[in-house]
């Protein structure tokens, strides 16, 4: 078993940053794969980013491509989302997720994650 439990989130102004964190135990992540996702209201679960836990290998949703980036502390068991220049429509529940890395082709596909944090909240007012 994996247990995750985010933090970071808040309100914050259009324009601000937040570094979001995710802390991971139950288990080592060698063969794993790390995803941060969100949710809007009314909205289906969209990727964020991911990154590979052994080899650091990462990818981000092209719509948050240089605003957001993936990291993680292995010594730390931490997953991070550092996101820059908010917008308001980047309002949603954002949550971390882990599963075994089964191949690129799937690492972006929330239905694909066996663990899930609770989630944390994050609100960019105008």
């Known amino acids: 078993q994996v247990q995750l439990v985010e933090s970071g989130g808040g309100l914050v102004q259009a324009g601000d940053s937040l570094r979001l964190s995710c802390a991971v135990s139950?288990?080592?992540?060698?063969?794993?794969?790390m995803g941060w996702f969100r949710q809007a209201p009314e909205k289906e679960r969209e990727f964020v980013a991911y990154?590979?836990?052994?080899?650091?290998?990462?990818n981000t949703a092209d719509s948050m491509k240089g605003r957001f980036t993936i990291s993680r502390d292995n010594a730390k068991n931490t997953l991070y989302l550092q996101m820059n220049s908010l917008k308001t429509e980047d309002t949603a529940v954002y949550y971390c997720?882990?599963?075994?890395?089964?191949?690129?082709?799937?690492?972006?596909?929330?239905?694909?994650?066996?663990?899930w944090g609770q989630g944390t909240q994050v609100t960019v007012s105008s």
């Open positions: 139950g288990r080592t992540l060698g063969n794993y794969v």
């Open positions: 997720a882990a599963k075994v890395d089964i191949g690129v082709g799937y690492r972006t596909r929330p239905s694909t994650y066996q663990y």
């Open positions: 990154i590979t836990w052994s080899s650091g290998r990462t």
